[in-house]
């Protein structure tokens, strides 16, 4: 069954190459920036929505099997690796810090469903 993690990858695509065009799409509900982020964040966001293009596409596209386990796993890895470091940032913004890591944990609890569901089929 690869439908889910497709559907993720694609709608993560999506998200990536939205936040490479309006960065604060991204910066401005983790709390990073205002309507239009400085330089750094924007520049950091953009990378951001790079792998997530890459990774999104990557889901959509690999062969059913290992490839397409490990780009889940990836997908998942980046997840949780933006929620830890969310959790662990001096954000001054208690609330958006936290809509941070539970957005990060959640997509990665969404992928970890379409792992399962990509291991079934």
Known sequence: MTWLPRTLGVLTAIYG???LVRPAVFSRPAGLSGDEPPAPVGILVRAVGVRDVANGLAMALAPAGPALRLAVAARIAADLGDATVFAL???NDA???????GVGVGWGALNLLGLLAARRG
């Open 89 to 91: 940032s001096d954000n």
């Open 17 to 19: 190459a939205t936040t």
């Open 95 to 101: 609330d958006a810090r936290r809509k941070a890591v």
